[in-house]
């Protein structure tokens, strides 16, 4: 990879991380108040807002990653999100909160795998470009915090999204 190309994907990486914490704890303070119809739009919007940046710049990242394997399973880990945050939406959309928090923990969790796999310990960094994007991964500010939402939202085994919020 040219200098140019380093650089705009140690960009990407950071917006990506950005943009995570921010969309995580953005919707975690929305998720603890009582969200009205103009809560909800707003929530619609930033989410929408928030989630393009980060599909622009996935996709990005993943068709510069050299190694087919990697490209492969960030494109898997990618996709996972990009259909928890579909199902947000549509929560969203349907303005039932109990429905938002499960989808959230959903794609809560799929955007922390997707981080996850793009901040590798600086340890398996194999060459100088690559721990460069480490490093600015490592130094984008972060905050995760946690969703109080019941057990039972939470038990994921064969049950459907409207079955956990139905036995709340």
Known sequence: MGGGVGLEL????CRIKNCA???LSSMEEDLVTDLDDDSMDLVGRDL????TFLYVDLSRVISCDESNERREALTLLANKFIFFVEELTDAVTSRNV???K?????AAQALREVVAFL?????QCDDLEEQEEADALASCSSRE???????????KDDESI???????
Do not use: F, H, W
């Not at 140690?10 to 990486?13: A, F, I, T």
């Not at 915090?145 to 038990?155: R, S």
């Open 21 to 23: 914490a921010e969309l």
């Open 145 to 155: 915090t946690e969703v109080q939402v019941p057990l039972e939202l939470l038990q």
């Open 48 to 51: 929408r807002l928030k989630t």
């Open 162 to 168: 409207d079955s956990r919020v139905k036995n709340m």
């Open 119 to 123: 901040a590798p310990p600086q340890s």
């Open 98 to 100: 109990a429905v938002v």
């Open 102 to 106: 499960v989808c959230y923990i959903d």
């Open 10 to 13: 140690m960009g990407c990486l």
